[in-house]
């Protein structure tokens, strides 16, 4: 068979691409339980930072012990009554501007305070409204009351809102599409919790 020729090419180049795509399986059926394990890790360890309990070395542990018998795989809504307060925590899932936006949000028993917020995965645009990820966004809803059930994502100003009892946070400055979609995903995530709680 000619080096050269047709037939050989297109042999040699199916040889190539099998053996590419066989390591690249077998790779992924190696690395597939590491991964999900990592996944699973970052998702209590974002449920504990909501709900304000520190993960500490043994987050699986401390999960464990905060949410007796609530499996992740199962349940989307996870309570809890740590250091006397009763916690709800959520996950949720909404439209941003360039994809989904997944997260967890944290609210009090009575579910008029937010006790925190953590982004897991979002498609917004790093350094506008990527933002949604930094510490100084997900504070300000940190202890936020909240007695109409509601919160408004302000236009961003550039100046951080800590007023607990306005139920406003400042939104992102040149993000103001992924700080409405915020505001509607956290305020639907509001109203699930009452109704999920057994609320209005």
Do not use: C
Not at 39 to 46: D, I, L
Not at 92 to 103: D, E, K, R
Not at 163 to 190: C, W
């Amino acid at each position: 068979m000619k080096k050269d020729g047709f037939l050989y090419t297109v042999i040699f180049s199916f040889i190539v691409a099998f053996v590419f795509v066989f390591f690249l399986s077998l790779a992924n059926q190696i690395t597939k339980p590491i991964v999900e394990a990592t996944q699973k890790a970052g998702f209590y360890t974002s449920v504990l930072n909501a709900a304000g309990i520190d993960p500490g070395n043994d987050v699986k542990a401390t999960f464990d012990a905060a949410f007796p018998g609530e499996d992740p795989d199962v349940v989307d809504l996870f309570t809890t009554q740590w250091n006397g307060q009763s916690i709800l925590v959520r996950r949720f899932s909404g439209p941003g501007l360039w994809g989904t936006i997944t997260g967890v949000l944290a609210v009090n028993g009575q579910v008029d305070q937010i006790i925190g917020l953590e982004i897991i995965s979002h498609s917004e645009t790093p350094g506008l409204g990527g933002r949604i990820e930094e510490d100084w966004f997900k504070n300000q809803f940190r202890g936020e009351n909240i007695p109409s059930g509601r919160i408004v994502v302000k236009k961003g100003t550039g100046e951080v809102d800590n007023n607990p009892n306005n139920q406003q946070v400042d939104g992102i400055t040149g993000a103001s599409l992924t700080s409405k979609s915020m505001e509607t995903i956290i305020n639907d995530t509001i109203q699930r919790i009452k109704l999920e709680a057994g609320g209005n």
